[in-house]
């Protein structure tokens, strides 16, 4: 379905084109009509399918209506960097339509807050901020939400996960009964509907968050143990030229050493935690974004709701303990129709982890044995398919066999380019 079949203004469509958005997604599909039509939304979508258009674009659509000096709109979100994502996307849209916006998030200094403060007290159109520094704000006394026609909650799992809901409720005080609000989540839980009962009015539903992989994902896993996971990336890495990659770990301990592992191989490789000042998130992701460097080590502050394009690999160099945060991490990888490989490292203890995942994705995972020359692996921990043997298993109260077989011996594999020969070169890439 292409934009211009929706009833939207040619001011809209212009907007839209210019963005160089034609078709519309599955979730656009079903959200902008419903919420053109003025009801309220609960909508279950994972993050890369464009369900920040899905609400953009309708809401951007009716902005002229409103009188200017007004906030209309305000977008609820977990992150800064989504605030920030969700605020460019408006500048972008909202140029050829007039409307004005401001992200406002925790971690500002004096000339920050002093913005923001003007933007809420002066009516911006589109309000998108992180619940804990809207509070603050509101606090002081000055913000006016009299005219809020639109709320929008984004990631509300999320917001819910990290403590949000006092917040929110609070907040929501401070608006008008008489609005439209829209819910997305990219999963449902009990919370999420109990919330989505206290705050929206007969809401229309949609349920797009099948909690599974793009199809062009190359899923790989590798059973390693702790200490021969460093070696192992780097091993991994011989094979590569160009990459754009993201490296997830959940530790934030383990952001530098791995970064330190990257540069002494000459790769150039950045890190960022929640230990990161703003300022330096900010400019490290700015620089990621304009491939100034190509491999970025983050802890799960990055995993949701951050667009970033043309990725090819993912890296988990653990498994994250809710299989619905694997599928957002190696979902910043294959977006828009693109392939991507997504590689994840298991321990002993991780195993019963991808088991959860498998579980979820209602499909069986490809594992690797590593080489020969890191050392042996974990033994793994899952029931080999019917009338096979497990793959580098140990026999139980064994040790390690002696020698593995030689189909024990596959090589690691990753697939894109091929690094040529020789030795590694200082480009601007690496």
């Not at 003025?38 to 674009?57: E, R, V």
């Not at 390693?224 to 490296?247: C, F």
């Not at 960022?272 to 620089?287: A, F, G, H, P, V």
């Not at 080489?371 to 298993?393: C, D, F, M, V, Y």
Request: proline share 8%; charged share 25%.
């Amino acid at each position: 379905m292409f934009f211009h079949e929706f009833a939207l203004h040619d001011d809209t469509l212009d907007a839209i084109e210019s963005m160089n958005f034609h078709e519309a997604t599955p979730v656009q599909q079903m959200a902008i009509p419903k919420i053109l039509s003025g009801t309220d939304l609960l909508a279950c979508a994972q993050t890369g399918t464009g369900k920040t258009g899905a609400y953009l674009i309708p809401i951007l659509d009716r902005i002229p209506e409103f009188p200017k000096g007004q906030t209309s709109t305000l977008i609820l979100v977990p992150t800064r960097e989504l605030a920030q994502q969700i605020d460019e996307q408006v500048q972008g849209l909202g140029y050829y339509l007039d409307a004005t916006s401001i992200a406002i998030y925790g971690g500002n200094k004096g000339p920050e807050w002093e913005q923001q403060r003007k933007a809420l007290t002066q009516g911006a159109d589109i309000i998108i901020a992180t619940p804990g520094r809207l509070i603050a704000h509101l606090q002081l006394g000055y913000v006016r939400f009299e005219q809020i026609r639109f709320v929008v909650l984004d990631e509300a799992d999320r917001m819910l996960d990290m403590g949000f809901i006092g917040d929110i409720m609070n907040i929501l005080h401070h608006v008008p009964d008489k609005r439209q609000t829209l819910l997305f989540s990219a999963t449902m839980p009990p919370k999420i509907r109990e919330l989505a009962k206290k705050i929206l009015h007969h809401p229309e539903e949609i349920n797009l968050a099948v909690s599974k992989p793009a199809e062009g994902i190359d899923q790989q896993f590798y059973l390693s143990r702790d200490d021969q996971k460093i070696p192992l990336l780097i091993h991994l890495m011989k094979d590569l030229e160009k990459p754009s990659m993201v490296l997830f770990t959940s530790r934030k301990s383990e952001v530098n050493p791995i970064v330190r592992a990257l540069r002494k191989m000459h790769w150039q490789a950045r890190g960022i935690s929640s230990d990161s000042e703003q300022t330096e998130r900010e400019n490290i992701l700015r620089d990621f974004k304009n491939h100034q460097f190509p491999i970025l080590v983050a802890t799960d502050v990055l995993s949701r709701g951050i667009d970033i394009d043309s990725l090819s690999h993912v890296v988990n160099f653990d498994v994250p303990r809710d299989p619905e945060d694997y599928v957002h991490r190696i979902g910043r990888t294959a977006r828009a129709a693109n392939k991507g490989t997504a590689i994840t490292f298991i321990n002993e203890q991780d195993q019963p982890r991808v088991m959860r995942i498998e579980r979820l994705l209602e499909r069986d995972l490809p594992k690797q044995s590593i080489t020969e020359e890191i050392g042996l692996g974990p033994a793994p921990a899952w029931a080999p398919p019917s009338g096979k043997s497990r793959h580098n298993q140990r026999p139980k109260g064994q040790g390690a066999p002696h020698k593995p077989g030689p189909n024990n011996e596959k090589k690691p594999k990753w697939h894109g380019k091929k690094k040529r020969s020789g030795p590694p070169k200082n480009s601007p890439t690496k």
